[in-house]
């Protein structure tokens, strides 16, 4: 027994409609189904209206992967500078009861900018801030440091610099005091300057 296609017209195998009306007319609703008395039969195709959308989500969410992965590698992202100096320790030597002073020189070695997120030492008898360019930072010491934060070009440099009071303790010092730069460089997030004291 063959019924006609509501859709079409085309003679159909009775047995046979509601696969016929899943796969010629896949967008026949569901109560259309119930008005002819068949199943609206599983894996019914559902047209290409119906996953367009979905592929353009998934096509532009590929294309901005990809643009995102470019930047990266290209080093042109946040967080894609890297952190360099030449030395991070020194010795001061013999320090007599008043302040001593070091200057570190680092530079940016990234192809991106690097951030700099502030600096904090080991003592409160030592303190420190960077310059870059003609900018100054606010002073650092052990507790308390203010909010701070500072780029580096690619290929700039700035200058740490250090200053150690010997008379901030009561007692004479023989040994080393540190100094830590945040940084965002993601192989060296926070390098550690040392300078070396002998108060005589």
């Not at 992202?77 to 013999?94: E, I, Q, R, V």
């Not at 801030?129 to 780029?151: L, R, T």
């Not at 290929?155 to 945040?182: C, E, N, Q, W």
Request: aromatic share 8%.
């Amino acid at each position: 027994m063959r019924r006609r296609c509501p859709e079409c017209g085309q003679p159909v195998k009775a047995e046979n409609l509601a696969a016929h009306l899943g796969r010629v007319h896949p967008r026949v609703s569901r109560s259309k189904y119930g008005d002819l008395h068949v199943p609206k039969p599983r894996g019914a195709r559902r047209g290409i209206a119906a996953w367009l959308p979905l592929a353009a989500i998934v096509m532009a969410v590929l294309v901005a992967a990809g643009v995102y992965f470019v930047i990266v590698q290209r080093g042109l992202g946040s967080g894609s500078g890297k952190f360099y100096a030449d030395h991070t320790f020194y010795d001061l030597g013999s320090v007599s009861q008043t302040v001593s002073q070091h200057t570190f020189t680092f530079q940016n070695r990234g192809e991106g900018a690097l951030s700099l997120d502030g600096v904090w030492t080991s003592c409160g008898c030592t303190t420190a801030h960077i310059v870059i360019g003609a900018q100054q930072s606010p002073h650092f010491g052990m507790h308390d440091n203010p909010p701070w934060s500072g780029k580096l070009a690619p290929g700039a440099t700035a200058t740490l610099v250090v200053l150690y009071d010997a008379a901030a303790m009561p007692d004479l010092y023989v040994g080393d005091r540190s100094i830590f730069v945040k940084t965002s460089d993601p192989g060296d997030p926070e390098p550690e300057f040392v300078i070396r004291v002998n108060e005589g």
